[in-house]
C-alpha cells in the first residue's frame, strides 16, 4: 500500500475512486484537472484536450533495438508531456529474436528491451505503474507520464510459468499473448490456422488474472482468441487494431477483427482499441481522421462506448497512417473530428483514455 499521499494526491485518490465505482464514467472524467501546471493546462485548453485523460493502451516509446530507421511516429517523452499524457505503455517484443534475428533467448532479449525502460524510470523520465492504488498518484504527477512496462507477445515466455512470474517481478503488467508468429500459447492472426489456446496459453491467462496482469488480445487469431475470453475472468482488451471495412469481414489485411471478435472482446467487459492504419477495400476505405472518427461512431453504436478506446501503436512500424496522422501528437485532430461526427465530451474522455484507466483499474487491483 502507497501511505504517503499529500493533500492534493489524496483528494485526487477520492476521485478516482468515486470515478471507478461510479456507473456513468464520462460525467466524471470531464471534471478532472489533476492540478497540471498552469501553462500545460492553458495549452490542453488551446488543443481541445482540456481535462481528458490520455492514455495509450501499446506504443513502443523507444527506438526498437535492431530497428534500421528510427520510426517518426515513436512517442517521445516531450510529445508525451505536450499532450499532456496521463499514461503510455512502453512495450518491448517478444519476439524479436525471431523477427529480427536477434541473438539469444527470447526471455533474455525481452528482459534486455525492458532495461531501457527501467532506466527511463530511474533517471525519473516516467514513473512506473505497478498497482491499481498508485494509479491515483501518478496520473496526478506533474513531474514525469506514468508508464506501463509491456511486452508484445508471449514468446518471451519460452513455455515457462515461471518467465511469467519473472516479468512481473521486473515490472510488466500487461502482455499481448501472440505477435507475430504461432507460439506456445495459440495462433495469430497471420497464421495459416486458426488453432486453439493451448493448455499452456489457458495456465498463463489464469496466471496472469491471479498477478494482476492486463491481458492484450491483439494480434491473436479468431479461435485462439475465443480460448482467451473464455478463461479470462477479467476483462480483455485488444490494444491495436481496427474493424474490416463494410462487406469486407475475414478478407483483405489480416489485422483488423470482425464484429464477432469485437463482441467477444467487449461480452469480457473488455476494451477494443483503434489505431492509425490507413487502407483501402474494393469499395471503401479508411485514409482519413473523418473516417476514424466515423468508425468510432459505428463502434458506439454496435459495442457500446465503454468498450471503446485509442491504441496506437506508435513507434510499431505501421506501412501507412491515416491522412492528418504523424504521431499521437495528432491527437487534437482527431478529437476535432470525434466531435465533428457527432461524439460528445464524454465519449472522447472514455475513448482516448477513460476506458482503459477503468480496466487498469479493475486488472491491477
Ligand atoms: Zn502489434
Known sequence: ????????????????????SATGLSAVLSDWSFGRDPETAAAAAGNGTAGLLIADPHAHPYPLR????????????????????????????????FMRGHSGMPFADTKNQL????????QGEIRLLLKAADLP???????????????????????????????????????????????????????GSDGPLTPFGASVVEKMNALGMVIDVSHAKGNTLKGIAEVSAMPLV???????????????LRRLRTWREME?????????????????GKNSERNTLKQWAEEIVQMKARLGMEHCGLGTDGGGGLPRFVKGWESIASLPDLIGEMRQAGLTQGDI???????????????LA
Not at 238 to 252: A, I, R, V, W, Y
Not at 353 to 361: E, K, Q
Request: charged share 20%; hydrophobic share 40%.
Open 66 to 97: 535492431g530497428s534500421r530507421s528510427y520510426d517518426p511516429s515513436t512517442p517521445t517523452i516531450e510529445i508525451m508531456k505536450q499532450l499532456n499524457m496521463a499514461l503510455c505503455s512502453f512495450s518491448a517484443v517478444g519476439d524479436m529474436t
Open 115 to 122: 532495461r531501457i525502460v527501467k532506466r527511463m524510470e530511474e
Open 1 to 20: 500500500m502507497r501511505c504517503f499521499l499529500n493533500p492534493r494526491e489524496a483528494m485526487e485518490r477520492r476521485r478516482f475512486l468515486n470515478y471507478c
Open 238 to 252: 485488444d490494444s491495436h487494431t481496427s474493424p474490416f471495412l463494410p462487406g469486407e469481414e475475414g478478407s483483405g
Open 349 to 363: 474522455a472514455a475513448y482516448v483514455g477513460g476506458n482503459f484507466l477503468r480496466l487498469l483499474a479493475k486488472c
Open 137 to 191: 498518484a501518478l496520473i496526478a504527477s506533474h513531474t514525469a507520464p506514468a508508464g506501463l512496462m509491456a511486452v508484445e507477445g508471449g514468446d518471451a515466455l519460452e513455455g515457462k510459468l515461471q518467465n511469467l512470474d519473472a516479468l512481473h517481478e521486473y515490472g510488466v503488467r500487461l502482455m499481448t499473448l501472440m505477435h507475430e508468429r504461432d507460439n506456445e500459447i495459440g495462433f495469430n492472426q497471420r497464421s
Open 264 to 280: 467477444t472482446i467487449a461480452g469480457t467487459g473488455g476494451l477494443v482499441c483503434t489505431w492509425p492504419l490507413a487502407y483501402s
